[in-house]
């Protein structure tokens, strides 16, 4: 019985079919794990269903110059244009790189010739600096020290990773440049606006 104590009880299922039951004041408490494939959140008191999809986030920066610095040499720079920092999951799929790329990439935050922001970076001529960047996935629930346990491993991330660099060359209609994943990397930038857009592939807020 859950009396007046205003909890609810919930029952987490994942693809490996393993049960838990937790108790928590809210799903806003409730510490969602990460194991793959999309994890369901049953709420056994109010009946109601929430779901937890993996992933793709990614930070836009517009900037007047851009650049990314490996041991030393410069590996890509940009003018005009975006600066884009990824994040992935491991079960982001081919759906998640098409949308988001096509977002970025159509996104209007350039200004038109009366200044308003109307135009995308192609229109507006400019180009895109790709930035792996696994800590937007940090949680900082528990601790002073953030977890990183939603972000993809190396195997799974590199691929997808790869993949949208390629698509998103693809959308833009010129290469991309990149840093390197898992590199110890030093990116420079000169945030224009400021204009800093986040945008997560499952919420598409």
């Given at each position: ?7 609810s ?18 799903l ?11 994890t ?8 109601s269903?929430?779901k ?16 990314v ?6 590996k890509g720079?940009i003018?005009?244009g975006l600066?884009v920092?990824?994040a992935v999951e ?8 098409e ?15 009366n200044?308003?922001?109307n ?7 400019g180009?895109?600096?790709l930035?792996?960047?696994f800590t937007l ?13 939603r ?7 590199i691929?997808?990773?790869d ?18 994943f ?10 224009d ?11 598409r807020?």
């Amino acid at each position: 019985m859950l009396g007046n104590d205003r909890r609810s009880k919930i029952l987490i299922t994942t693809p490996a079919e393993q049960l838990t039951v937790l108790t928590a004041v809210g799903l806003h408490s409730l510490s969602v794990p990460s194991e793959g494939d999309v994890t369901r959140i049953f709420s056994l008191h109010t009946g109601s269903v929430a779901k937890y999809k993996p992933a793709m986030r990614a930070v836009i920066q517009r900037v007047s110059q851009a650049s990314v610095v490996i041991e030393g040499s410069t590996k890509g720079s940009i003018g005009l244009g975006l600066v884009v920092l990824l994040a992935v999951e491991d079960a982001d799929t081919p759906e998640d790189v098409e949308w988001l790329s096509g977002k970025i990439v159509r996104l209007r935050v350039f200004p038109d010739d009366n200044g308003v922001m109307n135009r995308s970076v192609q229109e507006a001529g400019g180009g895109i600096l790709l930035i792996s960047q696994f800590t937007l996935f940090a949680s900082t629930r528990k601790g002073n020290r953030p977890s990183y346990s939603r972000s993809a491993r190396p195997e799974i991330a590199i691929p997808l990773y790869d993949s949208f660099l390629r698509k998103l060359s693809e959308d833009l209609g010129k290469p991309v440049e990149a840093g390197e994943f898992g590199a110890d990397m030093q990116v420079s930038l000169t945030n224009d606006g400021p204009v800093t857009i986040i945008m997560d592939s499952k919420l598409r807020e």
